[in-house]
Structure formats: structure tokens, C-alpha cells
């Protein structure tokens, strides 16, 4: 069994898929990292940030200053929020239809154009090439979400080339955030080495081409990244407002649906009611599958971050995770409908990449975790703090059913 260390501040192990370090004090990489938020001067970095960004400012008016991927939640609203009128930037936003849109991340988007007042691109690749990649990347990496993470990343690349528009501005950077694997002070930019080992678990287009008879050229050129050359025409760079700004999604969330009407949804498998609301799938079927291969959950994510803020505190964020991180789905029937399969091929699928380190098989169809929570758990309570912490002001379903929105641009 692989050793896994965890942090005394707050619930990761060194077993963390990005990478994980802890010091000599038994703190990790990650909480050492997020001290800085409190120490590092953001006002200089706000106007390291200004003067990054005024070379790219256009003055004749005939193209756009940045890219912004922007979806239906997460960190979008404050993002444009700050690009928009904060520097005063008149960004291009793009998005990439992930297909598993809840009612609820359609009218958030719609609502952030038009709150915004910004143009947008949208990408939709065929029905058929997303899920003949889906399919094959869940039987073959465990993953549905391959497809949406390669086109999140990869359409503001592609766009920045045909536009020839070089800068492309990101919100947080996860290596970052989570595990602490660079300093906000080294400034790190987008590459194509850390979209292919983290975000896309190792396999670009290509390889998924190479690997899998399964795939055509037809179906994955869309997810392919521009090469050296093309970008270096174009000159194109793209940066992580986290690094100028301090981040803290939780407040920015907040002041986001103060301002613009942000609206937000609680999960069965989470506490954070503001993060991941245009997915039925991130914080469901994703997230199970996360659990089963990493023998943690995104609750765990939610917890370990509000710990760091000091809004929770290790025992909390702890109940937390013990109380969220076995939840049963909800949407799984949706996704069998939508891919085509039984739910009894789903589960045999999902089966597959359970991480034995964490998984037992007592019986054919019977499985207990034993894992690293189980190791957490040790001296700690089971107090779990009243759930006023994040506001929910709607729901995923909103007022329709609980399927998904394949296209959707509009809202009433
Ligand atoms: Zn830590």
C-alpha cells in the first residue's frame, strides 16, 4: 500500500495527484504557499498586473485585448469583473459547451454577457466525436470529463491563433491553489506541459489517437493545441489573474451575487453552494469517479481551502468531508441516457479504477472504503458546523427538469 502522509493544517496527503510536499513542521507545500496571500503586498501586485496588461490594450479599436474562457460558474463572473472593469479591458470571452449544462450555468452565462455587456464565442463540437471520446476515456483513463477539460483549456488557445489575439487572461492556477507548486511570486503562465500531464492526465489528442482504436482524426482534431509555431506568430501568452490578485473565491462568489446576480445551487456531495453549479456531472459522477481513483472527493477540496482562510477548522472541515464524501449520486441516469449505456455498464466501468490503496472488493458487487479519511479521522471529532456558511439563492434544475441543456445561448 503507498504511503500517505497528511498535513496537520488541513486535509491533503502527500498521495495528492498534483504533488504534495510536507515540511519539517508536518505543514504542506499547499498551506505554506497560502500564507502569502497574506503576506505579499497585492496592491503592488494589482500594478504589476496594469502595466503587464498595457502593451496588449488595443488602440484602433479593431481587435480585442485579451481572451477571457469563461463558463457558468466558477470564477468566471470575477474575473471578467476585474478584467472588464477593473482594468478596463475589453476582453473577447469564449466558451466550450461541456454538454452536461444545468438550467441554472445556462442562465448564469447568458446572465454574465449581458450583465458584462461582452461578446462571445461558443464552442460546440458534434454530439457524436464527444461522446465517442467520452466513452473511451472512461473505460480507458476513468474519466468523462476529458473532453471538457481539453476544450476549456484548448479553444481560448486556438482562438487566441485565429484572432490573433495574444493574450489570454485565467483566474486561479490549481497546481497552485492547491498543492502549492509555485510561488504567486514566480508568476507562472499557461504551457502546454502542465495542460497535458495535469488537466488532460497525461494525454493530449494525439495520444488518445495513438493509444485507442477506438478514435478517428475526425473526432479529436477540435482538441488538438496549436504548435510552437503558430503561437509564436502570434505571440501568444496566457496569464493567472491569482498570481496579482488575492484569491479567494469564496468572497469573490459572494460579492458576485451581490453585483451581478450571480445565482448558485447546493450539492448533494458538497458544502460549497458556488462553485460548480453549471454541471450535473463535476460534482457527481466526476466527482465519485475522483473518489474512486484518489480516495479523496472535491469536498475535500472545499474543506482544505476554507481551512486555509481559517473559516473552518480542521475538525470541521474534517465532519465535513465525512459527512459528503459517500453521498450517492444523483444525475448518473442522466449520463447513461445521454452516453447510451446501462447504468449496470456505468457502474462496472467506474468499478475498473478503483484505487486498490483506498477500495476492498468484499463481494462481486460490494465494495468498502478503507481509506485515507479513515486515517483523518484519527482524534479528530465529528462536530459539523451549521451549514450557514455558503448562501444557495437557487437551484441546478432552476425551474425545469433535470436534464441537460445541450445548447444553450439564451435565457428569458
Ligand atoms: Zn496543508
Same mark, same amino acid.
Given at each position: ?53 498595457? #502593451? ?33 479591458? =475589453? ?16 442562465? =448564469? ?37 476529458? #473532453? ?14 485565429? %484572432? ?79 498570481? %496579482?490578485?488575492?484569491?479567494? #473565491? ?30 450535473? =456531472? ?121 436534464? %441537460? ?8
Amino acid at each position: 500500500m503507498h504511503k500517505n502522509n497528511f498535513c496537520k493544517r488541513c486535509l491533503y496527503g502527500t498521495a495528492h495527484p498534483l504533488g504534495l510536499i510536507l515540511d519539517e513542521e508536518g505543514i504542506c507545500s499547499g498551506c505554506r504557499i497560502h500564507e502569502e496571500k497574506d503576506k505579499l503586498d497585492w496592491g503592488a501586485r494589482w500594478e504589476k498586473l496594469r502595466s503587464l496588461v498595457q #502593451p496588449y490594450r488595443n488602440t484602433d479599436g479593431k481587435n480585442y485585448d485579451c481572451i477571457v474562457p469563461v463558463s457558468g460558474a466558477h470564477d468566471s463572473y470575477y474575473i471578467v469583473h476585474l478584467i472588464k472593469k477593473e482594468l478596463g479591458l =475589453n476582453p473577447l470571452l469564449v466558451t466550450y459547451n461541456k454538454y452536461f449544462n444545468t438550467p441554472l450555468g445556462i442562465r =448564469n452565462l447568458a446572465n454574465l454577457r449581458i450583465q458584462f455587456n461582452c461578446d462571445i464565442l461558443y464552442q460546440n463540437i458534434n454530439p457524436i466525436s464527444v461522446k465517442n471520446i467520452t466513452r473511451t476515456t472512461l473505460r480507458r483513463l476513468g474519466s468523462i470529463y476529458w #473532453p471538457v477539460l481539453a476544450g476549456q483549456t484548448v479553444f481560448p488557445v486556438q482562438t487566441a491563433v485565429r %484572432y490573433k489575439i495574444p493574450l489570454i487572461i485565467w483566474g486561479a492556477h490549481q497546481g497552485l491553489e492547491q498543492v502549492g507548486m509555485f510561488s504567486h511570486e514566480h508568476e507562472v503562465e499557461m504551457t502546454r506541459r502542465y495542460r497535458k500531464d495535469h488537466d488532460l492526465m497525461g494525454h493530449e489528442a494525439d495520444d488518445l489517437l495513438s493509444i485507442f482504436d477506438t478514435l478517428k482524426e475526425e473526432d479529436i482534431w477540435q482538441y488538438r493545441y496549436p504548435d510552437d509555431q503558430e503561437l509564436n506568430a502570434v505571440g501568444v501568452r496566457g496569464i493567472y489573474l491569482g498570481n %496579482y490578485v488575492r484569491w479567494d #473565491p469564496k468572497a469573490q462568489h459572494e460579492k458576485m451575487v451581490t453585483e451581478y446576480g450571480y445565482q448558485t445551487a447546493s450539492f448533494s456531495r458538497t458544502f460549497d453552494a458556488y462553485d460548480f453549479v453549471d454541471c450535473f =456531472n463535476y460534482m457527481d459522477l466526476h466527482d465519485q469517479l475522483k473518489l474512486y481513483k484518489h480516495g479523496y472527493s472535491k469536498v475535500t477540496d472545499h474543506a482544505s481551502r476554507e481551512i486555509r482562510f481559517g473559516r473552518l477548522t480542521r475538525q470541521e472541515g474534517h465532519a465535513l468531508v465525512t459527512k459528503y464524501e459517500q453521498r450517492t449520486l444523483k444525475y448518473s441516469e442522466q449520463f447513461c441516457d445521454w452516453l447510451g449505456i446501462a447504468p449496470r455498464s456505468l457502474q462496472f466501468m467506474l468499478d475498473m479504477h478503483r484505487n486498490p490503496d483506498c477500495w476492498e472488493q468484499i463481494e462481486p458487487d460490494k465494495w468498502i472504503f478503507k481509506g485515507w479519511s479513515v486515517q483523518r479521522a484519527e482524534g479528530l471529532s465529528s462536530e459539523v458546523r451549521p451549514s450557514d456558511l455558503f448562501q444557495v439563492n437557487s437551484s441546478l434544475e432552476m425551474d425545469r427538469a433535470a436534464s %441537460y441543456i445541450t445548447i444553450g445561448k439564451g435565457w428569458p
